[in-house]
């Protein structure tokens, strides 16, 4: 079963990263050589996001940056397939993101059939 893990990165009272480049080489490879690996991608750093949103009339605004009211910000993601949520919670604690602070949020990816 597929599942996505959000990496989401604590912002708040701005600490000390708790894993360097080194342990994401590390969990990287360890998710690569399980065969776990669907697909992933590290997301570009917070100031060069825009959020979008649409009113009920059509409206769109559009604004630099996310501006949520949150302590977290999503930092990429890993889609992995394992056989089930048990396996899918052992990898999201083995990730650095859920580290000191961050989070991993893990989600089914739903199956609508071919």
């Known amino acids: 079963m597929k ?5 989401n990165a ?3 009272g701005g600490a000390e990263p708790v894993c360097e ?22 997301l570009a750093d917070l100031v060069t996001a825009t959020t979008v949103s ?21 930092g990429g993601f890993y889609v992995i397939d394992v056989p ?4 899918a919670l052992e990898w999201a604690a083995r990730c650095p993101g859920s ?3 961050g989070s991993v949020v893990v989600r089914p990816v739903a199956d609508f059939g071919a």
């Open 54 to 74: 649409v009113a009920g009339d059509g409206t769109r605004t559009v604004v630099d940056g996310p501006f949520a009211e949150t302590r977290e910000v999503l």
């Open 21 to 42: 480049v080194e342990d994401w080489q590390v969990f990287d490879k360890a998710v690569r050589e399980a065969g776990i690996f669907v697909s992933g991608e590290s």
């Open 84 to 87: 089930d949520l048990d396996a």
């Open 10 to 12: 604590g912002v708040a």
């Open 3 to 7: 599942y996505m893990l959000l990496i």
């Open 99 to 101: 580290w000191g602070g």
